[in-house]
């Protein structure tokens, strides 16, 4: 998925503007106009007390001469409704605790899909019965990932201890994608980009961005844009950058323009920003092998059915590029087009920029040891297969270099919960897909779709953007782009294999494709959440807009892939 997770932004500063929030001690009260319309002196009294400001902390208890004066106005108006007064012995009921456990209706509806393939759906006979029920299991398990009657690592969890208790699987096999080295690279890269969050590197690049570029709102756009294509492939998590880097930056920048977020001002500089970056973000992530999670684990998945493309890191790089980097460019473009912004011209934001770099001081110790470690294990990744080391290698060498010299400590670490979350409930996807894979169900679906697309006497480019299509819209369903991988992946391209699709060109489209329907709703991603929560964008637009710059996508990806790939030799 690009998890949905709470990064916290960097000890640095990361606001553009000096105006602060008034401090609670500071706010005035709204008078108590319902206590009585003709208040008594002693009402008044005390009412005149609720605006004056006072030392109350939002944490501190409250002074006892003035829990009288609240007791008075308790008694006031108390006497004016014609009811008793509270008295301090009476305490108010508490409110009902929440809902614990599993969501019915989400578990009864997941459940009853395992169920119904399992017991009611007859078994086609090239299927052995071990497959056709670790199908089932497998079907229940994408159904509470997509209906959530439990959090994801819960219902993996689940899903697994069942395939073990009716012996679907053995112990050793159900458990045995915990030791796979991609998913051990994914979990690495989250500290990598908590690392880019605490030392404020990531904060630094993009400022400068904004200094060079920020001159006029479109040129922020394209700072933003481009700052975050720089720094992504060394930092592995869209959902990081969006909220360590990059919203707190545009919130800054909105604000000091006068555009806050849930009022009508908005539309002014901050629902462009936002909604820019947002379907920036796809294009960004589809560059490079490293820039997300999920690429890693398609190439994964791909390498489990024969696809073994050489190189990964460079053939990723250069099969993206072109079609990419014109997305990239043509996004912000047709965004202002389409959903311009009030405000044309930002000639503060440089000087800002500048402001905020001079606070921020020369880059730390910290910051350069980020850079350094970054740089190595980036050229470990690119150069990695000619020097005998493996992704997952360099990656835990700069995770010790970052510990060893306390860029990160171990807490960090601890405490990076979608980490250990994604470990848990991708290890448990990329066990089942693997077994289904195994024991023939993933070849028996692929055989069947692609007899179903040889009927209709379609040529394997036609089939190959069926298919592309289909994968693509069907991301409506899911609320995580790892978990539509894990789910869909497999078998999609064992269908495009099957229909006569080049292997590599299918696998690379395939990966392509899964960052760039990330933007297509608020719930399509972890930073579609971190973007619409932050109360810019109307959640109307959100789907509008997602749909138009996923057909812009298609357009730019089709047209332009296909010229560039049919150059690299793909086809």
């Not at 008594?40 to 902390?57: D, G, I």
């Not at 819960?154 to 998913?183: C, D, H, M, Q, R």
């Not at 590029?321 to 965004?335: D, G, H």
Request: charged share 10%.
């Amino acid at each position: 998925m690009e998890s949905a997770a709470i990064y916290s932004t960097s000890t640095t500063i990361t606001s553009f503007t000096l105006r602060s929030r008034p401090s609670i001690s500071s706010t005035r009260l709204r008078p108590l106009n319902s206590l009585s319309t003709t208040p008594t002196t002693t009402t008044a009294a005390a009412l005149s007390f609720l605006h004056r400001p006072t030392n109350l902390s939002l944490f501190n208890p409250i002074p006892k001469t003035h829990k009288k004066l609240i007791a008075t106005i308790s008694a006031s108006a108390a006497a004016a409704a014609d009811i008793p007064a509270p008295s301090e012995s009476i305490a108010t009921s508490p409110p009902p605790p929440p809902l614990q456990g599993a969501k019915l209706v989400p578990l009864i509806i997941s459940l009853a899909i395992g169920i119904a393939v399992r017991f009611f759906v007859p078994k086609p006979v090239e299927v052995t019965p071990q497959a056709w029920q670790l199908l089932s299991i497998f079907l229940s398990t994408i159904a509470g990932l997509v209906l959530s009657p439990l959090p994801v690592g819960a219902w993996a969890f689940l899903g697994l201890t069942a395939a073990i208790l009716t012996k679907t699987l053995t112990f050793a096999a159900a458990f045995s994608a915990f030791t796979n080295e991609v998913i051990w690279l994914i979990v690495i890269s989250f500290f990598f980009a908590r690392g880019f969050v605490k030392t404020g590197l990531g904060d630094r690049i993009a400022t400068y961005f904004v200094k060079w570029l920020g001159k006029s709102t479109l040129g922020l756009s394209y700072g933003l844009t481009l700052s975050e294509a720089l720094i992504a492939p060394a930092m592995p998590s869209t959902t990081a950058r969006a909220g360590g880097v990059f919203l707190p930056i545009i919130k800054s920048l909105s604000l000091s323009a006068g555009s806050k977020p849930n009022d009508p001002s908005k539309k002014k500089l901050g629902s462009f920003l936002i909604q820019s970056q947002f379907q920036s973000a796809g294009n960004s992530s589809a560059l490079f092998l490293t820039a997300a999670a999920q690429n890693l684990l398609c190439l994964k998945l791909a390498e489990e059915l024969g696809v073994v493309i050489a190189n990964p890191w460079v053939s990723w790089f250069k099969a993206a590029s072109l079609p990419a980097f014109v997305s990239l460019l043509a996004t912000p473009f047709i965004l202002y087009k389409l959903y311009p912004p009030e405000t044309k011209d930002t000639p503060e934001a440089p000087a800002m920029a500048a402001k905020k770099l001079e606070l921020m001081g020369p880059v730390t110790k910290n910051e350069w040891v980020m850079i350094g470690t970054m740089l190595l294990a980036v050229s470990l990744w690119v150069f990695g297969d000619a020097l005998g080391i493996a992704s997952v290698v360099a990656a835990m060498l700069g995770l010790s270099i970052l510990l060893l010299l306390g860029v990160l400590d171990w807490d960090d670490c601890l405490s990076e919960k979608s980490a250990w979350d994604t470990l848990a409930w991708f290890a448990v996807l990329v066990g089942m897909a693997g077994q289904l894979t195994s024991l023939g169900i993933v070849s028996w679906m692929s055989n069947g779709v692609a007899k179903l697309l040889q009927s209709l006497s379609l040529s394997w480019p036609a089939a190959f953007a069926l298919l592309q299509a289909a994968y693509f819209s069907i991301h409506y369903l899911f609320a995580s782009q790892t978990g539509h991988v894990g789910a869909l992946y497999s078998a999609f391209l064992a269908m495009n294999i099957a229909s006569g699709v080049p292997g590599v060109l299918a696998a690379l489209a395939l990966a392509y494709n899964t960052n760039l329907f990330g933007a297509l709703t608020h719930y399509s991603s972890g930073q579609a959440a971190v973007y619409f929560g932050a109360g810019y964008v109307d959640l109307p637009d959100v789907f509008k807009y997602g749909f138009i710059m996923a057909i812009v996508n298609a357009v730019i990806w089709v047209v332009v892939g296909s010229f560039w790939w049919k150059f690299l030799g793909l086809y």
